[in-house]
């Protein structure tokens, strides 16, 4: 079976190296068609999140060497293969396929469980149809792979658990602030999923007063402004000085705060505050560290964050039994339909 992942995630690569991974809305089109384009390859899909970016493959014909197309995607990315090629993965057959069902239910993130990702991997696919790279084998598979996530979800496997990136940023806070995050003003830069899903969990914590950036207007109806105060984006600047915290989950490609211009704003400030970047590539300049005022977390020193609180918030209770045997069921599944394909083929 004709099956390849090849990629990068939080577990190899550094959020230095991975953020140069990071493929941006219009890259897609143009990396796709060229990958689907080399030696042998019948269908690919490209998925790139926070903390992996992966080619999804199918060929006609067994890779000896999957290096030519590590270096074609390098290339496509102005990287040299030679630099970073160690940091790459790669599965082929039975554990590309055990892998991609892994992903899609969060069973291989940084943090287990997390449900942001079936999103992320349903819309990867998506994207991947619409320009014509997956077609039978890809879509048969992904479409297994969601039907399996699901499955975990709605049997509640993941209880009392932070499910989310921004889950675990909110409890770094409380773990920071303590009962006094209702003392804190809080900037939230990005109206994404990540960063809605941060403001309503700050909501709840009580914090004195949050602030979140927009550049479009489409915050007005999703947010209690009694609550929250919706900001221009354009001024996000004029609000560092009075943030406790800012939180950065934009999908900006370049840092959305300079070291420079931070400067500007703090100058003679003796508050000291916390900045959480939650953002691949990152939205913070790391030389915003320098600072003896700002403790800086990425999302790589997120997950090494030992919570003081940890036991507060209760554990994953996990049915790794039952998530073995649903991945293991569909993994059949697929199996079975690609050898009846083949058989079809043949007959053709």
Not at 52 to 76: M, V
Not at 90 to 119: F, P, T
Not at 208 to 235: F, H
């Amino acid at each position: 079976m004709e099956l390849y992942v090849i990629g990068v995630n939080y577990k190899t690569t550094p959020i230095q190296i991975r953020e140069k991974f990071s493929v941006e809305s219009d890259e897609y089109e143009y990396i796709l068609s060229s990958i689907k384009s080399l030696d042998g390859i019948m269908e690919c899909a490209l998925l790139s999140t926070c903390n992996r970016t992966e080619l999804h493959i199918f060929s006609e014909n067994t890779i000896e060497d999957t290096g030519y197309i590590e270096k074609q995607f390098c290339i496509l990315k102005g990287l040299d293969i030679y630099e970073v090629k160690k940091y790459f993965y790669v599965y082929s057959d039975i554990n590309a396929i055990r892998h991609i069902m892994k992903v899609a239910s969060g069973m291989d993130s940084m943090i287990i469980g997390e449900e942001q990702i079936l999103g992320q991997f349903k819309s990867a696919y998506e994207i991947s149809i619409k320009y014509g790279t997956s077609k039978a084998v890809l879509n048969t598979l992904s479409r297994l792979a969601i039907t399996a996530s699901k499955k975990f979800h709605t049997r509640n496997l993941f209880l009392n658990k932070v499910t989310s990136v921004a889950g675990q940023a909110v409890l770094l806070i409380e773990d920071i602030y303590g009962e006094s995050v209702i003392n804190r003003n809080i900037l939230i830069i990005g109206s994404g999923e990540i960063g809605k899903t941060i403001c309503f969990k700050l909501q709840e914590l009580g914090a004195a007063k949050i602030y979140i950036t927009q550049r479009n207007g489409l915050l007005t109806n999703e947010i209690n402004q009694s609550k929250v105060t919706i900001i221009n984006y354009k001024d996000r600047y004029s609000y560092i000085r009075e943030s406790d915290v800012v939180i950065g989950a934009t999908s900006s490609p370049h840092y959305i705060i300079t070291q420079d211009m931070l400067e500007k704003e703090i100058v003679n400030s003796n508050k000291k505050q916390l900045f959480i970047d939650l953002a691949v590539p990152r939205d913070f300049d790391e030389a915003i560290s320098k600072n003896e005022n700002i403790e800086l977390y990425n999302i790589d020193q997120l997950k090494k964050f030992k919570l003081k609180n940890v036991k507060d918030h209760g554990h994953s209770q996990l049915d790794m039994d039952y998530i073995e045997t649903q991945i293991n069921c569909h993994i059949n599944e697929f199996i079975r339909w690609y050898k009846y394909r083949n058989s079809l083929l043949k007959k053709a």
